[in-house]
T-cell receptor, first 110, second 119 residues
Protein backbone atom coordinates (compact mmCIF):
# COMPACT_ATOMS: atom_id res chain seq x y z
CA UNK A 1 0.00 0.00 0.00
CA UNK A 2 1.55 3.25 -1.15
CA UNK A 3 1.17 5.90 1.51
CA UNK A 4 1.81 9.59 1.98
CA UNK A 5 1.93 10.75 5.57
CA UNK A 6 1.42 14.26 6.88
CA UNK A 7 0.88 15.60 10.36
CA UNK A 8 -2.75 16.75 10.42
CA UNK A 9 -1.95 19.72 12.64
CA UNK A 10 -3.11 22.30 13.20
CA UNK A 11 0.24 23.99 12.80
CA UNK A 12 -0.01 27.44 14.30
CA UNK A 13 2.52 30.15 13.50
CA UNK A 14 2.50 33.91 14.06
CA UNK A 15 2.38 36.28 11.13
CA UNK A 16 5.83 36.81 9.65
CA UNK A 17 7.24 33.51 10.88
CA UNK A 18 8.39 30.55 8.80
CA UNK A 19 5.93 27.69 8.52
CA UNK A 20 7.43 24.26 7.92
CA UNK A 21 5.22 21.50 6.55
CA UNK A 22 6.49 17.95 6.27
CA UNK A 23 5.56 14.87 4.32
CA UNK A 24 6.93 11.35 4.08
CA UNK A 25 6.09 8.74 1.46
CA UNK A 26 6.42 5.00 1.33
CA UNK A 27 7.01 4.27 -2.36
CA UNK A 28 10.73 4.58 -3.04
CA UNK A 29 9.96 4.60 -6.76
CA UNK A 30 8.10 7.91 -6.52
CA UNK A 31 9.36 10.43 -9.04
CA UNK A 32 7.17 13.51 -8.84
CA UNK A 33 6.25 15.51 -5.77
CA UNK A 34 3.61 18.18 -5.41
CA UNK A 35 2.26 20.62 -2.87
CA UNK A 36 -1.33 21.82 -3.10
CA UNK A 37 -3.14 24.37 -0.98
CA UNK A 38 -6.82 23.96 -0.19
CA UNK A 39 -8.86 26.67 1.44
CA UNK A 40 -11.95 25.59 3.34
CA UNK A 41 -14.79 24.87 0.95
CA UNK A 42 -12.58 25.24 -2.13
CA UNK A 43 -10.75 22.84 -4.40
CA UNK A 44 -6.96 22.23 -4.22
CA UNK A 45 -4.64 24.68 -5.92
CA UNK A 46 -1.17 23.69 -7.11
CA UNK A 47 1.58 25.58 -5.31
CA UNK A 48 4.75 23.78 -6.32
CA UNK A 49 6.16 20.66 -7.89
CA UNK A 50 9.64 19.22 -7.43
CA UNK A 51 11.36 16.32 -9.11
CA UNK A 52 15.01 16.48 -8.03
CA UNK A 53 16.71 16.27 -4.68
CA UNK A 54 17.39 19.61 -3.09
CA UNK A 55 15.52 22.86 -2.79
CA UNK A 56 13.24 24.66 -5.18
CA UNK A 57 12.18 28.21 -4.43
CA UNK A 58 9.21 30.16 -5.74
CA UNK A 59 8.56 33.46 -4.04
CA UNK A 60 7.87 32.85 -0.35
CA UNK A 61 7.64 29.09 -0.90
CA UNK A 62 10.50 26.58 -0.85
CA UNK A 63 10.02 22.90 -1.52
CA UNK A 64 12.68 20.53 -0.26
CA UNK A 65 13.10 16.94 -1.45
CA UNK A 66 15.24 14.18 0.00
CA UNK A 67 14.61 10.95 -1.88
CA UNK A 68 17.02 8.92 0.27
CA UNK A 69 14.96 9.78 3.34
CA UNK A 70 11.68 9.69 1.39
CA UNK A 71 10.87 13.11 2.70
CA UNK A 72 9.50 16.26 1.13
CA UNK A 73 8.79 19.54 2.87
CA UNK A 74 7.34 22.96 2.17
CA UNK A 75 8.62 26.10 3.83
CA UNK A 76 6.55 29.27 3.79
CA UNK A 77 8.52 32.37 4.67
CA UNK A 78 6.95 35.52 6.06
CA UNK A 79 3.70 33.67 6.71
CA UNK A 80 0.53 35.67 6.24
CA UNK A 81 -2.99 35.09 7.59
CA UNK A 82 -4.01 34.43 3.99
CA UNK A 83 -1.73 31.38 4.02
CA UNK A 84 -4.08 29.74 6.53
CA UNK A 85 -5.32 26.64 4.70
CA UNK A 86 -4.82 22.91 4.44
CA UNK A 87 -1.68 21.91 2.57
CA UNK A 88 -1.73 18.64 0.67
CA UNK A 89 1.37 16.69 -0.26
CA UNK A 90 1.07 14.40 -3.30
CA UNK A 91 3.48 11.99 -4.96
CA UNK A 92 3.45 9.63 -7.90
CA UNK A 93 5.42 7.55 -10.31
CA UNK A 94 5.36 8.60 -13.93
CA UNK A 95 2.01 7.93 -15.56
CA UNK A 96 0.16 7.02 -12.40
CA UNK A 97 -2.41 8.88 -10.34
CA UNK A 98 -1.21 11.14 -7.57
CA UNK A 99 -1.34 9.74 -4.06
CA UNK A 100 -2.39 12.44 -1.64
CA UNK A 101 -1.66 12.82 2.02
CA UNK A 102 -4.52 13.80 4.32
CA UNK A 103 -3.16 17.31 4.60
CA UNK A 104 -1.77 19.61 7.27
CA UNK A 105 -3.88 22.51 8.49
CA UNK A 106 -1.90 25.71 8.86
CA UNK A 107 -3.15 28.62 10.93
CA UNK A 108 -1.31 31.94 10.75
CA UNK A 109 -2.29 34.39 13.44
CA UNK A 110 -2.02 38.15 13.02
CA UNK B 1 -1.53 27.72 -13.91
CA UNK B 2 -3.76 25.73 -16.17
CA UNK B 3 -7.46 26.41 -16.16
CA UNK B 4 -9.97 23.68 -15.47
CA UNK B 5 -13.63 24.56 -15.19
CA UNK B 6 -16.58 22.68 -13.76
CA UNK B 7 -20.25 23.15 -14.31
CA UNK B 8 -22.43 23.56 -12.41
CA UNK B 9 -20.68 24.95 -9.35
CA UNK B 10 -23.54 23.82 -7.19
CA UNK B 11 -26.69 21.78 -7.72
CA UNK B 12 -29.64 20.77 -5.62
CA UNK B 13 -31.75 17.85 -6.78
CA UNK B 14 -34.45 15.54 -5.56
CA UNK B 15 -33.71 12.00 -4.46
CA UNK B 16 -33.89 9.56 -7.36
CA UNK B 17 -32.94 12.00 -10.08
CA UNK B 18 -29.70 12.04 -12.06
CA UNK B 19 -27.19 14.85 -12.12
CA UNK B 20 -24.50 15.50 -14.72
CA UNK B 21 -21.32 17.43 -13.88
CA UNK B 22 -19.02 18.70 -16.60
CA UNK B 23 -15.28 19.18 -16.32
CA UNK B 24 -13.42 21.08 -19.01
CA UNK B 25 -9.75 21.85 -19.54
CA UNK B 26 -9.75 25.29 -21.12
CA UNK B 27 -6.17 25.79 -22.19
CA UNK B 28 -4.58 22.37 -22.58
CA UNK B 29 -5.36 18.90 -23.81
CA UNK B 30 -6.24 16.73 -20.85
CA UNK B 31 -5.23 13.19 -21.68
CA UNK B 32 -6.23 12.06 -18.22
CA UNK B 33 -8.99 13.34 -15.97
CA UNK B 34 -9.70 12.39 -12.40
CA UNK B 35 -12.85 12.62 -10.30
CA UNK B 36 -12.71 13.09 -6.56
CA UNK B 37 -15.29 13.36 -3.82
CA UNK B 38 -14.75 15.20 -0.57
CA UNK B 39 -17.03 15.18 2.46
CA UNK B 40 -16.82 18.04 4.98
CA UNK B 41 -13.56 18.10 6.91
CA UNK B 42 -12.41 14.89 5.25
CA UNK B 43 -9.68 14.07 2.76
CA UNK B 44 -9.99 13.94 -1.00
CA UNK B 45 -11.19 10.56 -2.16
CA UNK B 46 -10.31 9.48 -5.67
CA UNK B 47 -13.35 7.99 -7.37
CA UNK B 48 -12.08 7.22 -10.84
CA UNK B 49 -9.47 7.93 -13.48
CA UNK B 50 -10.36 8.37 -17.12
CA UNK B 51 -8.21 8.56 -20.21
CA UNK B 52 -9.60 10.18 -23.33
CA UNK B 53 -11.48 7.67 -25.42
CA UNK B 54 -11.22 4.86 -22.88
CA UNK B 55 -13.44 3.50 -20.15
CA UNK B 56 -12.85 4.96 -16.74
CA UNK B 57 -11.01 3.02 -14.07
CA UNK B 58 -12.92 3.13 -10.81
CA UNK B 59 -11.44 2.91 -7.33
CA UNK B 60 -12.45 0.07 -5.08
CA UNK B 61 -15.83 0.65 -3.51
CA UNK B 62 -17.04 3.15 -6.12
CA UNK B 63 -20.09 1.93 -8.01
CA UNK B 64 -19.44 2.37 -11.70
CA UNK B 65 -23.12 1.98 -12.56
CA UNK B 66 -24.01 4.79 -10.20
CA UNK B 67 -21.22 7.18 -11.12
CA UNK B 68 -21.02 7.23 -14.89
CA UNK B 69 -17.91 8.83 -16.32
CA UNK B 70 -17.40 9.81 -19.92
CA UNK B 71 -14.19 11.29 -21.33
CA UNK B 72 -15.08 11.69 -24.97
CA UNK B 73 -12.63 14.44 -25.88
CA UNK B 74 -9.32 15.88 -24.75
CA UNK B 75 -11.10 18.82 -23.14
CA UNK B 76 -14.25 17.38 -21.62
CA UNK B 77 -15.14 14.75 -19.07
CA UNK B 78 -18.53 14.27 -17.46
CA UNK B 79 -19.63 12.60 -14.26
CA UNK B 80 -23.26 11.55 -13.99
CA UNK B 81 -24.61 10.63 -10.59
CA UNK B 82 -27.53 8.35 -11.34
CA UNK B 83 -30.50 7.93 -9.01
CA UNK B 84 -28.93 10.27 -6.51
CA UNK B 85 -29.68 9.86 -2.81
CA UNK B 86 -28.98 12.14 0.16
CA UNK B 87 -25.83 10.17 1.03
CA UNK B 88 -24.41 11.21 -2.37
CA UNK B 89 -24.42 14.82 -1.23
CA UNK B 90 -20.82 15.91 -1.36
CA UNK B 91 -18.23 18.15 -3.02
CA UNK B 92 -17.23 16.64 -6.35
CA UNK B 93 -13.95 17.84 -7.81
CA UNK B 94 -12.34 16.99 -11.11
CA UNK B 95 -8.72 17.38 -12.07
CA UNK B 96 -6.90 17.10 -15.35
CA UNK B 97 -3.39 16.35 -16.49
CA UNK B 98 -1.80 16.50 -19.90
CA UNK B 99 1.04 17.81 -21.95
CA UNK B 100 2.01 21.39 -22.52
CA UNK B 101 1.57 22.60 -18.96
CA UNK B 102 4.03 23.50 -16.23
CA UNK B 103 5.10 20.51 -14.20
CA UNK B 104 4.80 17.96 -16.95
CA UNK B 105 2.20 15.41 -17.87
CA UNK B 106 1.65 14.10 -14.33
CA UNK B 107 0.77 17.45 -12.80
CA UNK B 108 -2.90 17.59 -11.93
CA UNK B 109 -4.83 20.84 -12.14
CA UNK B 110 -8.09 20.94 -10.24
CA UNK B 111 -11.42 22.39 -11.22
CA UNK B 112 -13.29 24.57 -8.72
CA UNK B 113 -15.60 21.75 -7.66
CA UNK B 114 -19.33 21.09 -7.71
CA UNK B 115 -21.32 21.02 -4.52
CA UNK B 116 -24.15 18.50 -4.81
CA UNK B 117 -27.04 18.46 -2.38
CA UNK B 118 -29.63 15.71 -2.73
CA UNK B 119 -32.89 16.34 -0.91
Amino acid sequence: QKEVEQNSGPLSVPEGAIASLNCTYSDRGSQSFFWYRQYSGKSPELIMFIYSNGDKEDGRFTAQLNKASQYVSLLIRDSQPSDSATYLCAVNQAGTALIFGKGTTLSVSS
Amino acid sequence: GAVVSQHPSWVICKSGTSVKIECRSLDFQATTMFWYRQFPKQSLMLMATSNEGSKATYEQGVEKDKFLINHASLTLSTLTVTSAHPEDSSFYICSASGSGRAGGTDTQYFGPGTRLTVL
